[in-house]
């Protein structure tokens, strides 16, 4: 699976102003964008406001908070200066995702207070693409961009919505744009970046339903990983969550989590949930490493941090995890991780751990 954000955003961009400059002589300033609060002008500087933020993000590799700066037009800038301005903060971000390292991670808010190239990548696509779509809707145009693109929106960060037939219009709806049969409509709705968390010596990654599906085919996820990887394990949970994804009721934060070695980026494992907590708010845990990166504690660390993280929200009470009576090794790992057994057969046995 090969990073493509640069090439994509470049593919928006030129597809946003392709439609500008079909209009480029109508009255911007006085015609409302669609359904935002916006006219067409303000949408327009706006698509290049966010993609100049969006490099910024990652250049200055922001933590706590976005860069404080913006961007001014010149008094005077027409139609055909605004679509030059997007044209070139287009280019700027697509440099930018094409020179920052996989591991960057930048501040964002939503909904995790951070986001990779990746995801920076699908929200600059994503504001071209809808943005384009308010204008061509405020001045009575029509707009329809590759689909393509709307998916790799989609797959990216907005992993909690089921696809549909139609990529475009089903990301139109889940923006509150558009209308699709059988679903009611979106009327709030934000980015969903995937969750990452970090230990000494790991990086959890969560696991996009565009990286699934990579993985479960037998790719790479997008990750670098060392010999031998990854693991049946993981490609097997990767099919999990893409078959939820599929059906609607992924959550992305119970899904799969990738496990990096800090020290030199490479993936060595894979650790996720089997679904979302139940009524009782009890959830089943899974993990496996590449046999070249066993015996040196990641599993326990890995295992450790995801357990402190899930216990620490209100909607789970129970960590569960089924160990065959033959691994030994794994059944040291549960065990190191505070987990205690609960039962056992002639074949498995069952670890839990509460609050």
Known sequence: MTDMGGERVTEAVESAVALLRTAVDRDWEG????RVEWSCRTTATHIAEDLIAY????????????????????EGTDNAGVIQVIETTGALFATTLRTTPREVRAFHPYPFRSAGREGFAAMGIAEALLHAHDIAEGLGLAYEPPA???????TRIFPHVQPGPDHWRTLLWATGRGDLPGRAPVTAWRWNNNLVLDTDRLTLEGVSPAAAADLAAGGSGGFDWVVGGPFQGTREAAGMVLKAYEAGVHRP???LFVLVRREDDLAIGGMGFHGAPDEEGR???GYDLVEGARGRGYATEALRELARWSLARDDVNTLFATVERANVPSQGVVSRAGFTRASEDAEVLAYELGR
């Open 31 to 34: 015609v409302p964008a669609g």
């Open 253 to 255: 934060e119970f899904g």
């Open 283 to 285: 959830v089943e845990i």
């Open 55 to 74: 490099a910024g993000q990652l250049a200055g590799r922001a933590k706590d908070a976005y860069v404080p700066f913006e961007i001014t037009l010149e």
């Open 148 to 154: 393509h693109l709307p998916e790799y929106v989609l």
